[in-house]
């Protein structure tokens, strides 16, 4: 059914249950939706702008990192109530040439909360924990699985497996716009970031334009992008 909208730049749900219809005249609406949801969640199609579609790439990947014993434990300890995001340092690895050898775990908390998660963290890891920290203090005090304590930018995306997971959309933005991870990464490895983030992974581009415009940073994300490679345009 799929291969029936192959031609098609990007499709829209409608356009697939349309094109299932025309198919199949002997099925109902609720039949394209349920075959359109089954191939989403196969891989058969994939999400490239809101309420936009296209047929899977075979060069292409869902995003999905494994997580640390550490960030697991954080993510239990702090409330699941809360609305929070983890990003280890040590996923840059996959896009990097400069590989980096001490992680360290930045929880992003909502705004209003980031002192009481400090607080309730801090006598567990005495020495390895900051608060919003600068530039120079965070360098300062850098150490293997150093935490950092910082605020959640509002809409930050979330994760697909559990909502305090880094999306690469985010983990893109907030290379540019993160004043502690622009400290941490050469300038010069950004383009090669981008390139392979597009070439190997589906990349939701509504969602990191929304959230690069969320923190200001759509035209510098737009620096290291190859227009070419984008599905919805600008």
């Known amino acids: 059914m799929v291969h029936n909208l192959s031609h098609q730049k990007n499709f829209s749900r409608e ?4 094109a299932f219809q025309k198919k199949n005249k002997n099925k109902r609406k609720n039949s394209g939706r349920y075959n359109f949801q089954k191939l989403l969640e ?3 199609i994939y999400r490239v702008g809101r309420n936009s579609y296209h047929i899977a790439e075979d060069s292409k990947r869902n995003y999905s990192y494994l997580y640390s014993e550490l960030s697991l434990e954080l993510a239990k300890k702090i409330e699941e109530q809360l609305d929070f995001r983890i990003f280890e340092l040590v996923q840059l690895n996959e896009f990097v040439n400069h590989q980096i050898v001490h992680n360290v775990i930045f929880v992003s908390v909502e705004s209003g909360l980031g002192t009481y998660v400090f607080d309730s963290l801090k006598e567990r890891y005495t020495g390895k924990i900051l608060f919003n920290p600068s530039v120079e203090t ?9 935490i ?10 979330k994760g697909e497996r559990d909502v305090w997971e880094t999306k690469l959309e985010k ?5 540019v ?27 939701d581009e509504s969602k990191l334009f929304r959230y ?3 923190r200001n940073a759509k035209s510098k994300v737009l620096l290291h992008i190859d227009k070419t490679v984008l599905r919805m345009g600008l």
């Open 42 to 44: 196969n891989g058969d």
């Open 171 to 175: 983990m893109l933005v907030d290379l």
């Open 177 to 203: 716009a993160d004043k502690l991870l622009l400290s941490c990464v050469s300038r010069e490895e950004y383009d090669d970031i981008f390139h392979q983030a597009f070439r190997d992974f589906y990349i």
């Open 212 to 214: 690069a415009s969320r």
């Open 148 to 157: 950092i304590i910082k605020k959640l930018v509002f809409e930050s995306p």
């Open 15 to 18: 356009d697939f249950i349309t």
């Open 138 to 146: 965070f360098h300062q005090y850098w150490s293997d699985d150093m």
